[in-house]
């Protein structure tokens, strides 16, 4: 099955700095990539996603790039704001009729103000 | 436009019993997946159904089942409940119908605490 590494576990920023977080994946068939982010004990939310016919996506102060032919993809956030201090997933839909999402490992996030 | 719900917020039971718990997808959409997260982990996939059939499993016993409605809720049951099972269990739904419909979007979760 899917297996999806995520990097780094802890990220710690100074506010207005970037932060990113990368993932790798192993199923060369996999072509959705979302990334969500979960603060303390809320439900996931997507921020951002790309599909496997793009190589970046840009929504404000967020992107997300994908490079199918390393199989690994890295979500950028720039202008970082105390707000942004969260746990970030990364996850990953193969190709297959259910269409499960296969998550990383997480990332917690912590902008110092 | 109603998001995807959860029911209950908490839970708290023994080893051994057995607890179903509920999900309804977001407006629109008819396919429900389950995942559990364990704490300082990523989601992991339970299983899904989509025309009130289970269509794929991840690995999880047979403790584990679920059940789809017509109105296209669900709900998750796990019996015979062990110290591991205690998780917060989220539910997603989907319309898919294409590369580019998978969105999924999550509820609130159900944490369950086993004593």
């Known amino acids: 099955g899917e297996n999806v590494e995520q990097h780094p576990s802890t990220l710690s920023v100074q506010e207005g700095d970037s932060a990113v977080i990368k993932c790798t994946y192993s199923?060369?068939?996999?072509?959705?990539f979302p990334w969500y982010k979960q603060e303390l004990g809320k439900r996931p939310q997507l921020i951002i996603d790309?599909?496997?016919?793009?190589g970046e996506k840009k929504d404000q102060r967020i992107a997300v790039t994908l490079n199918k032919t390393a199989k690994h993809f890295s979500l950028h956030i720039t202008e970082t704001q105390p707000e942004d201090s969260a746990v970030y997933f990364c996850?990953?839909?193969?190709?297959?009729?259910?269409?499960?999402?296969?998550f990383g490992s997480g990332t917690q996030l912590t902008v110092l103000p | 436009d109603a998001g995807v719900t959860q029911s209950p917020t908490h839970l708290i039971k023994t080893r051994g019993q057995q607890v179903t718990l509920r999900c309804s997808p977001k407006s629109g959409h008819d396919t429900v997946s389950w995942y559990q997260q364990a704490l300082g982990q990523g989601p992991q996939f339970i299983f899904q159904y989509y025309e009130e059939e289970e269509r794929q499993r991840g690995n999880f016993p047979d403790r584990f089942s679920g059940h789809q409605f017509p109105n296209y809720s669900s709900e998750l049951n796990v019996n015979a409940l062990l110290l591991g099972d205690s998780a917060l269990y989220l539910c997603?739904?989907?319309?898919?119908?294409?590369?580019?419909?998978?969105?999924?979007?999550f509820g609130p979760g159900t944490r369950l605490t086993v004593l």
């Open positions: 997603a739904s989907t319309f898919y119908r294409g590369p580019s419909t998978d969105t999924q979007y």
């Open positions: 790309i599909r496997s016919n793009v």
């Open positions: 199923d060369s068939a996999s072509n959705y």
């Open positions: 996850a990953v839909i193969s190709s297959g009729s259910a269409r499960q999402l296969t």
